[in-house]
């Protein structure tokens, strides 16, 4: 019996779980912020996920590397879910 798209997307997005190197976002944002994302990844050739990516991490390796000491490890033990 030939399976629904849910079924599919269920089965992918569960193979992607087991992988351990992806986390699902499922959020809404503004329209404003919707239409930055498509420009930006648009104007790079990445893709949204990408570009997306690219926001998030960027940032966060700079101060990383800005941060010293306590500071670091405090910024560092807050991001553990």
Do not use: W
Request: charged share 35%; aromatic share 4%; net charge positive.
């Amino acid at each position: 019996m030939a399976k629904t798209n849910a079924q599919r997307q269920a089965e992918y997005r569960a193979r992607r779980r087991q992988q351990g190197d992806t986390a699902r976002l499922n959020t809404e944002v503004s329209l404003i912020a919707h239409i930055a994302l498509e420009r930006l990844a648009r104007y790079h050739g990445l893709t949204q996920r990408q570009m997306l990516e690219r926001l998030l991490i960027e940032p966060d390796e700079a101060l990383c590397r800005a941060l010293e000491g306590d500071d670091f490890r405090r910024y560092v033990d807050r991001g553990v879910a």
